[in-house]
């Protein structure tokens, strides 16, 4: 797929060999995103709180997050159903793997934003639609039903998609819905590159990485394993703790913050 136009005109003046081009690339998906009308302004913001937190984890993937990651693949896979709760800013970063792993994992697909418009929700699942969805749910009205004990848009998901579902991913996502979702005794897998967030400390698994580079490990580890005997994905899941993951990640945290300027 050709690069939108704004894209490619903001991405040819960051230079390859830049140190921090990677980084760079991410912000003008997400400028690109607001300006089609994906991403909210406060999400350009809560990206910068994500931004903070990749630097002081080295900006790739650690070893915590690649477990968490394997064990959230196991989970999913296990699951009788699941559902990956999309916004604005995991859209405009990477609805291509999103609606990989959707398929890989049979996975529903549903547009759940906190900032409720619905224009933007249509935007968001013509996109996702555009790179190969099949079905997008959180669209249709008729099909609304409410998380109780949430004063946010997002409590009003779809009763074929998040409600139903025994296994919710959610990424970039606030803490009320994350705890309203485990209380109902639902298996809660987030994406979130700060460990201290409600968010991180409510999931039952939580990666602490970026989700652009999440995202595709996600996609190929599930490809990996899917084969694996139940029992054998089980054993994985029954061996993780998130809680000391989650202590580690915090430790990596600590520890580069204190060491001299890279
Ligand atoms: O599209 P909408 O209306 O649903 O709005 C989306 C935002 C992101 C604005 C909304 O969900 C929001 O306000 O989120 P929060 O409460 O600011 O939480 C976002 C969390 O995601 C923070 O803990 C950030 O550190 C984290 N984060 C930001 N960018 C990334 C990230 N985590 C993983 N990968 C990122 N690229």
Redesign the pocket.
Known sequence: MRAPKLLEKMTHKIPSNHPRASSLI?REKLVDGFNRGI??P??LI??G???A?DYLLGEKTTKYAYDAEKVAVCILLLSDKSAISI???TAA?CAKDLVKLSYVTKSRIEVN???RSVARSNTIARILRKEGSHEVLGVNTKAKSIIYGISSNRKFVDKEGIMDSDTVLV????GDRTESLVRMGKKVIS????PL?R?AIASNVTII????RAMPYLVETTKKIKNMKRSSLEKIVDQYDNQYNLDKSIKLIRGNASSKRR
């Open positions: 991410i991403v909210v406060q999400g809560a990206h709180r994500g931004e937190f916004n604005g800013n970063l934003i906190f900032h990424a970039l996502e606030d994406v979130d590159l700060n967030s968010t990485d970026n989700i652009v």
